[in-house]
Nanobody, 119 residues
Framework: QVQLVESGGGLVVAGGSLRLSCAAS????????MAWHRQAPGKQRELVAG???????NYEDSVKGRFTISRDNAKNIVYLQMNNLKPEDTAVYYC?????????????WGRGTQVTVSS
């Protein structure tokens, strides 16, 4: 089992920056892709950015050029640097990790961290 704990959310004025962190613990030997998703009130959860074990990132179109995902494999932490934040970025941000437990491919989710961007 892999456990994920997010941190770094908060309230910021439009144009500001935040850095989210997600620390993985437990059976981290089988960690594969990690990602950040978000869910705004009344909307479905959406993928924001993902990163594979080799550090290759991918981004949802609306955050390209503003957000940067990175990971520290030695510490089992994934980061999301968010710059030039907009009110429409307001959401609960969730960390997700795909891993292999020796028998099955599984996905773990964190509990989320609130990001609020005021105009």
């Amino acid at each position: 089992q892999v456990q994920l704990v997010e941190s770094g959310g908060g309230l910021v004025v439009a144009g500001g920056s935040l850095r989210l962190s997600c620390a993985a613990s437990g059976s981290t030997f089988g960690l594969n892709d990690m990602a950040w998703h978000r869910q705004a009130p009344g909307k479905q959860r959406e993928l924001v950015a993902g990163i594979n074990n080799s550090g290759v990132p991918n981004y949802e179109d609306s955050v390209k050029g503003r957000f940067t995902i990175s990971r520290d494999n030695a510490k089992n932490i994934v980061y999301l640097q968010m710059n030039n934040l907009k009110p429409e970025d307001t959401a609960v941000y969730y960390c997700a990790a795909a891993y292999f437990d020796g028998s099955w491919h599984r996905t773990s989710w964190g509990r989320g961290t609130q990001v609020t961007v005021s105009s």
